[in-house]
């Protein structure tokens, strides 16, 4: 029974986490091809990945901060580390 209840717990935390996350604002970012100056975790609840760190040397530094996430790379949900990977030689959108 306290398996049962912690596991409802756990469903209840992660709807939270969903619902809070649909009332995040949501911005397209376009992207130069190379390295993106960011330090990345890959959020496995709600998808995507959060910004930890932001390179001073990131172009588009000024367009998002620590804790943004990013959720898809040229329409491509962004599920593991891999994933950054798609596409970094073209102009990205995020």
Known sequence: QKAEQAAKKERERKMDLIAAAKEEATMLLIVSPGRLGLTLKID??????????????????????????????DGIKLTKVSDLQVNKDKIRKF
Do not use: P, W
């Open 44 to 73: 496995k609840v709600l998808g995507g990945a959060t910004i930890n760190e932001i390179d001073d040397a990131c172009t588009f530094k000024g367009q998002l901060e620590v804790g943004d996430r990013i959720v898809t790379i």
